[in-house]
């Protein structure tokens, strides 16, 4: 699929959010209530998330930063609190109701921004459903996903099945955690510090060792913040791939084999980790990522990644590709 609309030329950061205010209450179920405005400052349940609201409700601020920070375009979608997975049958309204205003929102930035829309992970026909109308939005390149739902990756059942929809749809896929609660993470900010990267690693494990790939040839799929720790675990995925008929059943090909057809940003915060991941991974299929607006993203994203040796062409180029983006501005 081909994005509809002009995209700005430059490099595309494809890791962003944006939520109007009118959603702030979030999908139904979400154990932490809402989102909220105190005092202009954005709060998740009782948790301040230290920084302004506008940043993530006001469109005009993205462009504004997107623009300061010298990016082409931004890919944006929902915080990962806004993924509809605690009530997911009660939450059709506010998917539609969220990708009606992103789709009014990227239209009007220009060419600045593309977005990303929210779908229901577990029903493969409200899927459809939700990705057929994404399909003719104007401006709309794919949809962002959670790497987890109770359990359940996109090894096998309704999770994988969504993958395949979004394949024969020529939707790009982004993975972004959701700070998964566990007793021993509850101080220091471990929820997000371990628990994000565990929850991407897990789930691209479960992709390369379930043959996902070798049986969607044609996904276009993005796993955030690096990929976690999935390019440090590789050659132990590997080992136990030759090692063990349990590890290799699902799968014909070896871990690095696939690898090298999944994408990942670079939101890596280490200079070292990024050279790691851009050793494991191939070329074509690194993204810059920012995270923009949260307290952990990469405030200068273009800069860290042209002062680390990435190439300014390339990575427009893999960002086009990834996104359905035709080539030009």
């Known amino acids: 699929m081909a994005v509809k609309g002009t995209v700005r030329a430059g490099i595309i950061d494809v890791h962003a959010h ?14 932490l209530g809402g989102m909220s405005d105190r005092d202009g400052e954005l709060y998740l349940g009782d948790n301040s ?3 302004p609201t506008t940043a993530m409700t006001d469109i005009e601020m993205v462009v504004a930063d997107t623009l300061k ?10 915080p990962p609190f806004a993924f509809p997975v605690f009530a997911p049958s009660e939450a059709d309204d506010y998917v539609s109701a969220y990708n009606d205003q992103l789709a009014t929102a990227v239209s009007s930035s ?3 921004l593309v977005g990303l829309g929210l ?21 709309i390149a794919g949809i962002a996903v959670p790497p987890l739902v109770q359990g359940h990756s996109y090894d096998d059942g309704v999770m994988r099945q969504v993958l395949a929809v979004a394949a024969d749809a020529g939707l790009a896929v982004l993975v972004h955690p959701m700070q998964l609660p566990r007793p021993e993470w509850k101080n220091h900010y471990l929820v997000n510090l371990i628990g994000n990267p565990v929850e991407t690693t897990t789930a691209v494990a479960s992709m390369l060792l379930d043959g996902v790939m070798e049986e969607l040839p044609e996904l276009r799929i993005c796993f955030v913040h690096g990929g976690g720790c999935a390019p440090s675990l590789l050659g132990r995925w590997q080992h136990g791939w030759r090692a063990r008929p349990d590890v290799r059943q699902g799968s014909s090909r070896p871990p690095t084999n696939s690898f090298a057809h999944l994408y990942f940003d670079t939101i890596t915060h280490d200079p070292e980790v990024l050279r790691l991941l851009t050793a494991q991974a191939a070329p074509d299929r690194i993204l810059c990522g920012s995270d923009y607006p949260f307290d952990m993203a990469q405030p200068d994203p273009v800069r860290y990644l042209l002062d680390n040796g990435l190439d300014a062409v390339t ?5 086009r590709v990834f996104l359905g983006i035709e080539s030009g501005g």
């Open 18 to 31: 944006w939520l109007p205010r009118e959603l702030l209450s979030l999908p139904p179920g979400f154990p």
């Open 69 to 78: 920070v010298g990016l082409g375009a931004r890919a944006v979608s929902a």
């Open 49 to 51: 998330l230290f920084f």
């Open 119 to 139: 779908i229901r992970v577990d029903d493969v026909d409200a899927a459809r459903r939700e990705m057929t109308r994404l399909m003719a939005m104007e401006g």
């Open 315 to 319: 990575l427009e180029r893999n960002g």
């Open 110 to 112: 220009d060419g600045t």
